[in-house]
């Protein structure tokens, strides 16, 4: 495991970020970074991704920032270009993934079944994130998937929420959960930060719960 998915293990929580302007991501990584969370995966779903991670590893560099949503080698090379420490994918494109793993870029694919993880573990990837989590079975999916391929890890995402997320710690294959309910798009867009640490601080109190009790 990378010392960036060390991290992200270390924190539980990874928040999946939709900005429509850059102009928000140095204030909205301050205000992750002040609720405890230092982590910050800005997706490829709006045209402001590259400028907002290129602003938050320039001006936030004590924030983990990565990409989400990558769909090719060239959103790879912007991101990285950009200053992203990590990659994610909602799926397993082979192409995406073999330019990660040949350039030593600590990627987790997204994959939802065992052909997924079997094509993951042909790379050597060992945690992956488990996307779209509650539509693919959810906890039911991932214990099943326990048995087969008992060293990899996942990061379940979408449709996980502050009321499962504590379902999906408990179990030992995961490493974290993922998500936009910290990060409400539009709590962005209007600029309400202290929405957005309140929910944060929130989440991240109960991982710690959950992890000091389990
Ligand atoms: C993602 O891209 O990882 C998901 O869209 C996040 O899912 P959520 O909005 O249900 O948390």
């Not at 924030?63 to 991101?79: E, H, M, P, S, W």
């Not at 993934?97 to 870029?105: D, H, L, S």
């Not at 779209?132 to 906890?139: D, M, Y």
Request: charged share 20%.
């Amino acid at each position: 495991m990378t010392d960036v998915l060390r991290t992200i293990q270390n924190h539980g929580l990874v928040p999946v970020i939709k900005l429509e302007t850059a102009d928000a991501a140095e204030p909205l990584a301050e205000t992750l970074r002040d609720a405890g969370l230092p982590l910050a995966e800005v997706t490829f779903r709006t045209g402001a991704a590259e400028q907002s991670i290129r602003r938050i590893a320039a001006k936030v560099p004590d924030v983990l920032v990565g990409a989400g949503t990558i769909l090719t080698i060239d959103q790879v090379k912007q991101a990285v270009d950009a200053g992203a420490a990590f990659i994610v994918t909602p799926g397993f494109n082979p192409r995406v993934v073999e330019y990660c793993v040949k350039n030593r870029i600590p990627i987790t694919p997204g994959i939802n079944n065992p052909t997924g993880v079997e094509s993951a573990l042909e790379f050597g990837l060992t945690t992956l994130k488990f996307f779209p989590a509650e539509a693919s079975g959810g906890v039911a999916m991932l214990k099943a998937l326990s048995g087969p391929y008992g060293e990899v890890r996942y990061i379940p995402t979408g449709g996980v929420n502050a009321k499962n997320l504590g379902q999906y710690l408990s179990l030992k294959n995961v490493a974290a959960v993922g998500g936009s309910w910290m990060v409400p798009a539009d709590r962005i867009a209007q600029g309400e930060f202290e929405q957005v640490a309140q929910l944060t601080r929130d989440a991240v109190r109960l991982v710690g719960d959950i992890r000091n009790t389990g």
